[in-house]
Structures are given as C-alpha cells and as structure tokens.
C-alpha cells in the first residue's frame, strides 16, 4: 500500500514536472529564435534577449499584452508559428 500510494503521488508529479519543463524549454527555444530574428532583421530599437523571452511566453500562452511586438516579417512569423504551438484545450 505503501509503495502504491508514493507511486501515486511520484506518477502525477512526474507529469507535471514533464509539462512544465517542456513549456519552460519552448518559451526560450522560441525566444531565442524571436531574438535572432529582431537581429537579423535589423529592427530599429530591437529588444535585449529578457525581452524576447517575456515575449515568447506571453506569445506561447496567448495572453498577447501588446508591451513588446515583432517588428520584421520572420519575428512576425515565427509569433504565429510559436501561438500554434502552444498549449490546447482537448
């Protein structure tokens, strides 16, 4: 019983350590990727790389503040790519 019940408690942490890693890793997968293409694209007043990585997970739970935008065409992209990936209701 014993070992059932931490097996329990050990299975739904685990899930929920899993999750929130793997959220974590693709908010500064994209935030990196979001950086690189404020970079590129030689934005005027392009963002340091905190606030692209704040931009990415407001783009990756959707909440869209609108405090920090893209400003060229593949950082514009790749926030709708990065909306698209996100978490889903089912």
Do not use: C, N
């Not at 990727?33 to 963002?47: E, I, M, P, V």
């Amino acid at each position: 019983a014993r070992r059932e019940r931490f097996l329990s408690i050990f299975g739904s942490l685990s899930m929920t350590l899993l999750f929130m890693i793997w959220a974590w890793a693709l908010i500064v997968a994209f935030g990196l990727l979001q950086w690189a293409a404020q970079q590129w694209g030689g934005a005027k007043g392009a963002s340091d790389l905190a606030e692209q990585i704040y931009f990415s997970g407001v783009t990756f739970f959707t909440l869209g503040f609108g405090d920090v935008v893209p400003h060229t065409p593949p950082a514009r992209i790749l926030a709708v790519v990065e909306a698209g990936v996100r978490f889903t209701k089912s």
